[in-house]
């Protein structure tokens, strides 16, 4: 976990990674945005998993 207490999450799946503190502006989600507090119907951009497969990074 960073310093800042932000978490980077990844995909069980298809390995694409989540960063709290940097969010998805692109896609809509501001930095800041933790994965919890993502809408339930939110998917992996990369695979169209859904969020209850994102486990944290141990990077």
Known sequence: MADDGWRIWQCG???D???EAAGMPDQGIPPGTRL???P???I???CGSPKGV???YEG
């Open 17 to 19: 990674l989540y960063d």
């Open 40 to 42: 339930d119907t939110w």
């Open 54 to 56: 994102f486990i944290p």
């Open 44 to 46: 992996c951009p990369m």
């Open 36 to 38: 919890e507090d993502l």
């Open 13 to 15: 799946i298809c390995g």
